[in-house]
Nanobody, 125 residues
């Protein structure tokens, strides 16, 4: 059974930084594309960004471009979302998700089958 566990969420002031990690167990993360999504209060689940199996390809939603960076360490079975210049609008529950590359044609929640439990990110002064 595929398991993903996110960590690193918390409370941060506007302009601050947080790093979220997504650790996989019981399967080799290197075989899976990884997506990061967030549930912002009052809004639908939205994509933050996605990273290919090798990490060579990444894409981001416009609102986080230049502020967020995706990376992965397949040897450690871990994917990372580094967030800088955080804004109140970034507050929400962040999820990592995994999918076989053959099943992903867009960075949208419906194309990811395996999800972590989520971690809360709160940006507030």
């Amino acid at each position: 059974q595929v398991q993903l566990v996110e960590s690193g969420g918390g409370l941060v002031q506007p302009g601050g930084s947080l790093r979220l990690d997504c650790e996989a167990s019981r399967f080799p993360l290197e075989d899976y594309a990884i997506g990061w999504f967030r549930q912002v209060p009052g809004k639908e689940l939205e994509g933050v960004g996605c990273i290919s199996t090798s990490g060579d390809y990444t894409e981001y939603t416009d609102s986080v471009k230049g502020r967020f960076t995706l990376s992965r360490d397949n040897a450690r079975n871990t994917a990372t979302l580094q967030m800088h210049s955080l804004q109140s609008a970034d507050t929400g529950v962040y999820y990592c998700a995994a999918s076989l590359p053959s099943r992903v044609s867009a960075c949208v929640p419906s194309q990811f089958q395996n999800w972590g439990q989520g971690t809360q990110v709160t940006v507030s002064s």
